[in-house]
């Protein structure tokens, strides 16, 4: 599905469908002078009170006399208005203009107080693009043809202003960064049993082919040789062997020092011999979103040609309670040296991204920012829309935390006090991996923090509960939801345009 942007008079519906956004303040009709030619078709369901404009409420009016349809969408009260309540309206209006089986359709773009008109611009692009994608799926009949598919939106500012500047230059980057997105996700929605970590490596091998990226895949053999104790531990107890994927690109500007992305790759997450309860445990095989995410934005920066280098490490393995498994009790000697008492082989995940923090930062990356389905805990804290974010770095903070909102993804930060550090003191070893139940995602943070030079600027996301919803919204179905591909894509957009004083904008 492509999206286009113009500039036009809207004089009623468009042929064959058209979809206006609308506030739910009193009034509103009225101060939209440029939707005067609507008022007639509107007006009455207004009234009536059959559409109020509540958010995500969605409305569609077939027009008898020449079957064009108009769409309604509601986006609530306008103080409230939200990037991510924006881009799930969207998609709510282009999700049913595809299942009223329209090939293209018109989206008004709301003139809004609290958006700018570029980054308005940009989150339908991609709400556009969530709200008409199909996902595939295995079902032997794979239902009605490609052909019938949405095949275009057009973003349409109405009126007789300028076009927006540089408009087409924020498609084009929304485009990809809503296709990234559903890669990360279809990547994230595949079941353990159809990717291995080592599929996951030839994934990464296809899309590196593709973008002309240098790919390193680390086997057992060169793990062992490295030292990655820790990794080869999470993955001895399944038949699949881990392995670590490295993906470089390298943008314009190759001499500054890589910005390293850090990616959780348990392609499926049972628990090992701490055993997970069955009751979701397949919901487990998007326990590598954090992978998918930094291959995928990794990909998305290569196609936006961001003057980056950029490195992404992507530890993989699948956690299972095989013969060989690891056992709580364990020692295991890291790829830093330090030793580490497994408690609870269900903490697999720190034990991953602790070798792959030392092998980023073989790297002699700027910065590390690390993403993970981490804790259970994270989910308690921050639910299915927030992702925890831990960093000393106030500036990674603000850049990540900002990014994340104009893009309608939340981060909130959680503390790293090392008022906690003792909790993680072994008797017999340097540290141990976990502590008890409270808090818990901070913990597998400070943990983590061990594995990361002093004062390193490194920031940690746990992406536990966003990763997944468990009950389809607009543009979401249930399932892998690409969480973080936005963020870190607008991050290393905005990062681009810091150092080279928009040379590239
Ligand atoms: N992959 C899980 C974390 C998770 C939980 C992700 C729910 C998505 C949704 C992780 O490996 C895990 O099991 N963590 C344990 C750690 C505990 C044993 C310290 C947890 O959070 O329960
Ligand atoms: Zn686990
Ligand atoms: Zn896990």
């Not at 499926?268 to 701490?274: I, M, R, V």
């Not at 746990?462 to 991050?491: M, N």
Request: charged share 25%; net charge neutral; with cysteine.
């Amino acid at each position: 599905m492509n999206v286009k942007y113009k500039v036009d008079h809207m004089n009623g519906p468009e042929k064959p469908g058209t979809v206006l956004f609308l506030h739910q303040d009193a009034g509103f009709l009225d101060q939209r002078t440029e939707l005067s030619s609507f008022r007639r078709i509107i007006q009455p369901l207004l009234s009536s009170e059959s559409f109020k404009g509540e958010f995500k409420e969605g409305v569609n009016i077939i027009q008898p006399a020449d079957e064009n349809c108009l769409i309604l969408v509601g986006l609530g009260k306008k103080d409230e208005l939200t990037e991510g309540r924006l881009s799930e309206a969207t998609a709510l209006g282009v999700s049913m203009a595809r299942r009223l089986n329209l090939r293209e359709v018109t989206l008004a773009i709301p003139p809004l107080e609290n958006i700018d008109p570029r980054a308005t611009l940009g989150l339908m692009v991609l709400g556009s693009k969530l709200g008409a994608h199909k996902r595939t799926t295995f079902k032997t009949d794979p239902g009605p043809s490609d052909e019938h598919d949405l095949k275009t939106v057009t973003l349409c500012q109405i009126g007789s202003k300028d076009p927006l500047e540089k408009a087409q230059q924020v498609v084009n980057r929304a485009t990809v960064m809503a296709e990234a997105q559903l890669e990360a996700r279809r990547l994230a929605d595949l079941p353990g049993n159809l990717l291995f970590p080592l599929d996951f490596a030839e994934e990464a091998k296809r899309v590196a082919l593709k973008h002309k990226l240098r790919i390193t895949v680390w086997e057992e053999d060169k793990l062992a040789l490295e030292g990655a104790w820790s990794i080869l531990a999470v993955g001895q107890g399944s038949s699949h062997p881990p392995a670590v994927v490295i993906v470089e690109y390298f943008g314009r500007s190759p001499n500054r020092e890589p910005i390293a992305l850090v990616g959780k790759g348990v392609t499926f997450d049972s628990g090992g011999l701490c055993l997970k309860p069955s009751e979701n445990m397949g919901s487990m095989k998007s326990d590598m979103s954090g992978a998918a995410v930094v291959l995928s934005v990794i990909a998305a920066a290569a196609e936006m040609r961001l003057p980056q280098h950029l490195v992404g490490v992507m530890p993989m393995a699948e956690n299972m309670p095989g013969g060989k498994a690891f056992r709580p009790g364990d020692i295991v000697k890291t790829l830093s040296g330090q030793t580490v008492e497994v408690i609870n082989t269900d903490a697999e995940g720190r034990m991953l991204l602790c070798d792959a923090l030392g092998i980023a930062q073989k790297y002699k990356p700027s910065e590390i920012i690390d993403i993970a389905t981490l804790t259970g805990a994270c989910v308690v804290a921050l639910g299915d829309r927030v992702a925890g974010l831990f960093t000393e770095s106030d500036r990674l903070h603000t850049a990540i935390v900002d990014a994340g909102r104009s893009v309608g993804e939340y981060f909130w930060r959680l503390p790293l006090f090392s008022e906690y550090d003792d909790n993680l003191k072994s008797d017999l070893a340097d540290l141990r991996h976990m502590s008890g139940r409270p808090a818990g995602a901070l913990h597998a943070a400070l943990f983590l923090r061990r594995f990361v030079k002093p004062k390193f600027p490194w920031v940690h996301l746990d992406i536990a509960g966003t990763a997944r919803r468990s009950k389809a919204s607009a543009g979401y179905p249930e399932g892998a939801t690409g969480f973080g591909v936005r963020t870190l894509l607008k991050y290393l957009i905005d990062n681009q345009r810091q150092h080279s004083q928009g040379v590239d904008e």
